[in-house]
């Protein structure tokens, strides 16, 4: 992508609303752009971020035997009346009236729809255990929305909700999700630690949230060290290794602020194990059993003939609150640091003078070959100076940076920085072209 | 994906308030389910083919320069006060108020949120020509919602807005997303039509319908047949180019029912080569100038040093839409027929003896060299009975069928059915797989 004919709009100084680092980040970045109060336009490069984030989770789930649909953004205000929580759920749904005077809401969740899809086709044991998940726009009509991203009120989550036949299989779907979960922060390049979690308006009585640590975190938490450091479960695990996965890491002390245990805490976590730190929520898991496929008959027939309510749970993620957290654990003075899976580019091409035919060329032949070997390529082909160049390079974050110049060119070498570290090293232009595609 | 692991639930009968073929079909193959009046949750087959459809949209949109952004789905009415259409767009448009009373909508249209996005950010000539095109939910409040996906209220749109410093480049811009619509529809699978169109409330001088012509479409159409049979103009062309691709197509008669002329049709196009028709509108093209960007102050500095209102048109695709126009236009008794390129699996692995372990093991090795060869495959791993699969294979119109049994396979043979023409060949497994991954 030639930067001269994308659309990134970096702003010199971030609004002063813009309180946490990773919303002044964004803003700065021309990630985004407050279109009201808790509501925010994509701007292209944000939406890149948001699209390998959002692609990361879904084959996460995939993986885990997850089943893809898509369901809509408004849902009947009756389908919430037969789980009772319309009227339960409070300012925060919002709440519309079409043209028929019909009542609707735009879905802060779904489990009175994916609950309703269910009892409209599954009828028996045999067609058990099904997981559905969704990647949808939501609504929460947050009463004081801010920081960005982070809490905002139209949100992209991804929601899977599990379907099984008892308890005993609908807690081995709930430790799949588990496990799912490690991998998928993994994979983003988080530290995410599980954390044993209040159940709250979703109901039921096994939850635990995913919690990102960073310093700017919204919450305190304490937990374990040694779960910080854990290595992500990987895939296609038996029954027996999920027990394992989920037991292993259930045994260390994890909690947040209002679960929190301090004498507990001391018991069972060695001092030098103790960790407090600040933290950001991105997950959210829950068992529930048969709270709303009791209230909305959503039964199905067992082995022994009988029709009986289906054991349920419901898996979140907050997609597009995950940019928000990843900025908050990785940035520096410069800008944001993004992990290698999720950046937007895998590197920008640095053209340090547009006007000199030997440099373009080389730049043009750089970007070609990093395209055809699958990379992601920004390439800045303005006219601004050198200066500006380095700096949006740095805010916007991409990983690598080869800048290319008259001088350096004259000698036969470019200049290659890893973002993450500041290190730069010159070599020859096929030298650096090996080390980002090898 | 194993078809027992999956989530297909196919219907015996459509529901009798379904119509149309498009709308019945994609009830009984299991497509969508719907949750309100024109609302529908997208199954995981009807999601598989949304997304084929988006992606190839999406692609020939950047081929064509355009850069996608996404706005939300919720818009101030503040900003549709401006341009002066939040009193003129009636009842179609579903009008919020959140908890603090603020007036929202659910975006019919985004013509006035990316001009507001412009205006803030682009200031200069020299950022243009530019064109943002996202693909968003979209919502209209139809008073009568109905024919499945074709005339839904919750709907998803591509729409792409370009911006340029004055009419001549402007209409360039104009013609470069005629001829984007062409490659688009043509990869699709369609024979899609330009015809002349009234501007309606989106306003302008100069637009364009792209219809599909299907013996059950909704309106009546009229035009030469030489330009139903055009290829596709193809990429990277010069404005000499794309000047031709629009003289050559719209110096061809076409028009809609109420653009209609029928003594202009019978002096511009010999009578062997006029068509009447049925069509379906799929997309739709505007030039409207500074319509909005005079209202919303949406100006840019032109070579001269003076302020002017950026030109602008918009450029929508149904793409949620288009499931059911492709499956109007190409289905049978039997169900649907996929055009290869938006297929939901290219190949069904139809297993006749699921409990037989030799057909089981041909079946898998069948399975995993064709998704090693990238292909997207379904295995029909059930112990239905033949017939029902057959059945079930034919419905969902995925191109290619591959049955193996065990009659077959003691002979050494398989069997491949092509859906689109009926026709069945025996050949070794090699043989077939060779066949479908060449």
């Known amino acids: 992508?030639?930067?001269?004919?994308?659309?990134?709009?970096?702003?010199?100084?971030?609004?002063?609303?813009?309180?946490?680092?990773?919303?002044?980040?964004?803003?700065?970045?021309?990630?985004i752009k407050q279109e009201a109060a808790g509501i925010y336009a994509w701007l292209p490069l944000g939406l890149r971020v948001l699209r390998k984030i959002e692609n990361?989770?879904?084959?996460?789930?995939?993986?885990?035997?997850?089943?893809?649909?898509?369901?809509?953004?408004?849902?009947?205000?009756?389908?919430?009346?037969?789980?009772?929580?319309?009227?339960?759920?409070?300012?925060?749904?919002?709440?519309?009236?079409?043209?028929?005077?019909?009542?609707?809401?735009?879905?802060?969740?779904?489990?009175?729809?994916?609950?309703?899809?269910?009892?409209?086709?599954?009828?028996?044991?045999?067609?058990?255990?099904?997981?559905?998940?969704?990647?949808?726009?939501?609504?929460?009509?947050?009463?004081?929305?801010?920081?960005?991203?982070?809490?905002?009120?139209?949100?992209?989550?991804?929601?899977?909700y599990s379907f099984d036949i008892d308890e005993a299989s609908a807690r081995?779907?709930?430790?799949?999700?588990?496990?799912?979960?490690?991998?998928?922060?993994?994979?983003?390049?988080?530290?995410?630690?599980?954390?044993?979690?209040?159940?709250?308006?979703?109901?039921?009585?096994?939850?635990?949230?995913?919690?990102?640590?960073?310093?700017?975190g919204e919450s305190e938490v304490f937990c374990d060290r040694k779960l910080v450091e854990m290595a992500p479960p990987g895939h296609d695990l038996s029954v027996e290794q999920l027990e394992g996965v989920f037991t292993e890491r259930t045994a260390l002390y994890a909690a947040t602020e209002e679960m929190h245990d301090a004498a507990q805490f001391e018991t069972q976590t060695a001092e030098g194990d103790r960790l407090s730190a600040r933290g950001i929520e991105v997950g959210h898991i829950f068992y529930f059993g048969t709270k709303y496929s009791a209230a909305m008959k959503a039964n199905v027939q067992g082995p022994n003939g009988k029709d009986a309510p289906v054991h349920m749970g419901s898996y979140g993620v907050g997609v597009s609150r995950l940019l928000g957290a990843i900025i908050e654990a990785s940035h520096d003075a410069g800008g944001i640091i993004w992990p290698d899976a999720v950046a937007p580019f895998d590197v920008v091409v640095i053209n340090l003078r547009a006007s000199d035919e030997a440099v373009s060329a080389a730049c043009e032949e750089a970007v070609a070959k990093l395209e055809a070997a699958g990379k992601d390529v920004l390439y800045d082909d303005t006219d601004e100076r050198p200066g500006g160049k380095f700096a949006t390079a740095d805010l916007i974050g991409v990983p690598w940076q080869l800048t290319i110049g008259p001088k350096g060119l004259a000698e036969g070498v470019v200049e290659l920085k890893r973002r993450a570290t500041g290190e730069k090293q010159s070599l020859s232009l096929d030298a650096a072209l090996e080390l980002l595609t090898k």
């Open 172 to 216: 081995i779907a709930y430790k799949r999700m588990f496990a799912a979960y490690l991998n998928t922060f993994a994979r983003l390049g988080l530290k995410a630690v599980p954390m044993r979690a209040d159940t709250g308006p979703i109901g039921g009585d096994l939850s635990h949230e995913f919690i990102v640590l960073a310093e700017t």
């Open 56 to 160: 990361i989770v879904r084959e996460e789930q995939v993986k885990a035997g997850a089943v893809e649909l898509l369901m809509p953004t408004l849902q009947l205000a009756d389908l919430w009346r037969e789980s009772g929580r319309y009227d339960a759920y409070g300012p925060e749904m919002l709440r519309i009236t079409d043209r028929h005077e019909r009542e609707l809401l735009y879905g802060p969740t779904n489990e009175e729809m994916v609950t309703d899809i269910f009892r409209g086709f599954v009828k028996s044991y045999k067609s058990l255990p099904l997981n559905l998940f969704h990647i949808q726009w939501k609504f929460r009509d947050e009463r004081r929305p801010r920081f960005g991203v982070m809490r905002g009120r139209e949100f992209l989550m991804k929601d899977a």
């Open 1 to 31: 992508m030639r930067l001269s004919r994308y659309f990134l709009p970096i702003l010199k100084e971030a609004p002063s609303d813009a309180q946490i680092v990773s919303h002044q980040l964004m803003l700065r970045a021309g990630m």
